[in-house]
């Protein structure tokens, strides 16, 4: 059992992690793929429609087919994509305080690593988007913590939670294989300078390939993913210093608490192999789609990289935890001048918790609504259709008629219908993130 004052805080950290994410989870309606996750799953689709619309996309199925049955639970309500991300985002931060308990030693060690999770911009902002980058922060979260505990403990029950968060870590998204491959890596490394046994080192290779076989059906998938041309700039080496700057939510005080025990935990930290685990699921999980981008396509964006947040959260609650040790005796003060900067960052800096920080689709649809329009042009009249059938208007099609329309221009399109022929417009309304309607008659 928890202490009183340790319980205290243990709720603490929990409701106000919980109540950040859930103030502005209904703040706006849903983004472009966000949409296309609930169009994607909606139950009136087969589970075999469900399964191919993920695959025919950017990911395997696994939150697809998650959201599939949540949505016939709901009744196809409008968020539920974000609450099932912040049902993941939730049981993360109970998982923190878990493996922050069982790796740091100690249940201070679990509840500041929970801290770190609850309070942070970039597990926040992603635990309230509906879509599968909760789920995959989680399992990323699970397979790095029991793979360290597998090689200190040597328990086969370390070994199945491993194995089978590895295989809902590859059916959630394709970079789970590149968080696999970077824990082989770390494991070979540990066999060659003698730090775990050959028995051990093999039973793990033996569960890497039951991983592979397991995920095997989703392999050719992967595959034609590899010649599709990427919506992604390419990247650079800065953007790894950029990601933790991303991560902070631009907050100069988490970057520091959060960038810095790169700098020093090696110095600090006492245990080699966790050591190595961290560092190389850190590097490796930014090297690798690095240079797959540089030899192919771009791959390398900042939201797929929740596969080694976790690892940077356990770094900063070992490093800062070991400063304690050594002199720093303020160190509380500093846990709680952070935890504040980063919940004032959210609450009063950040725009993207604000009304009208995500795209309009949904204030168009009432907008339109109000106007009692008949004839809606869009060229991504597939997102605009999802909220005009739910304010009981007919669909958007993508080529003008011959009558009075409105017409929808957004940032996401890739023809005008405005220059398809000569019109004449009536009425204009502008909207955020450069959303606009005009009322329009063909001459």
Known sequence: MLKHSNTILFVVILIGGLIIRAFSLETNGLWLDEIWSMIASSPDHSLKDVIFNALKDTHPPLFDVILFWSLKLSGNAEFTARYLALLFGLIAMLACYHYGKKIGGSKTNGLLLMAICSFNFFHIYYSIEGRFYSLLFLLSLICTAEFYLYFKE???????IYFISSI????????????????SIVALVYFIIKSTSKKLFLQFVGVQFLVLLAFAPCIPYLIGKTSLESWMSDPTIGDFFNYYYLYSG??????????LPLLFYFKVGKDKNLKLLLYLSIILGF????????IGSPMLHKRYTLIYLPAIYIMS????R??????LSK???????????????????????????????????QFLAEEKAEHIVADQAHYLNFYLNREGLSKATMGLSDKECWVLKTNFDEMDPLKAQNVEILEEKEFPKDFRLYKVSVK
């Open 322 to 327: 070991q400063l304690s040790f050594v002199g």
């Open 317 to 320: 609650m070992q490093a800062w």
């Open 287 to 294: 090297l690798l789609p690095y240079l797959v981008s540089k």
């Open 154 to 160: 040597e328990k086969r029950k370390h070994a199945i």
């Open 250 to 259: 631009k907050n100069p005080l988490e970057f520091a608490w959060l960038f």
């Open 168 to 183: 809902l870590l590859c059916y959630t998204h394709y970079y789970g294989g590149i968080l696999l491959a970077s824990l």
């Open 331 to 365: 160190s509380k003060w500093i846990y709680g001048i952070v935890a504040v900067s980063c919940i004032l960052n959210i609450a009063f800096l950040r725009d993207e918790f604000r009304d009208d920080s995500k795209d309009q689709w949904k204030e168009v649809a």
